[in-house]
């Protein structure tokens, strides 16, 4: 797999790449999830109407954070294959914590992000994927969790194998504490 690493010295390290391709689909990155050993959360939001062929999904405009399951595998997949009129993909934001720990709240949210800035939070991972953009940013600690290790390895992200590395700074807005107030905002949103 093709990826480029963004590197900084101290916090997570971001490897952008594309997940969703013809050999790792929306289903099989589902089921790699859901067999890692950590639990993950994903929201997920579209600005614009559904096309057409989506629409039969009825999906919300705004999932709020939501615990990955087997029995909700399926909206995960929809979510990451849904498109809008302007051929634009769902914005998905996902997260894996330790098995043990859950996010039940703004403030948990808040502060487990910014805790994993310093490396030292449950959160493993954190990918990104900006719905206008194809790449997805997949933020991890300079030495990930066994657990995530495997995971990276099965997608051929290879610390040392990266076309080219950046320094952090040149993601600019996609640098994950730009994301975190509006992460929040929208991980709630509408939950009952």
Known sequence: MNFDLYFREDGPICYETQLLTHERDASSMAKDFLSSNLNWYWMSSRNEDAIKEDKVWNLPKIRPITLLTPENEQLLVRDLL?????CCYRWIFLIAIDKAQTIKTNDELKNSLKVFLEEKSPIRCVINRIEVMDP???FVPHNPS?????LLNSWGLYKGSERKTYKYKRLRLAK???MIDGVVSNAFANKD
């Open 146 to 150: 066994s657990e995530m290790q495997k």
């Open 136 to 138: 997805h940013y997949i």
């Open 82 to 86: 849904e498109e809008d009129k302007d």
């Open 176 to 178: 994950l504490e730009c």
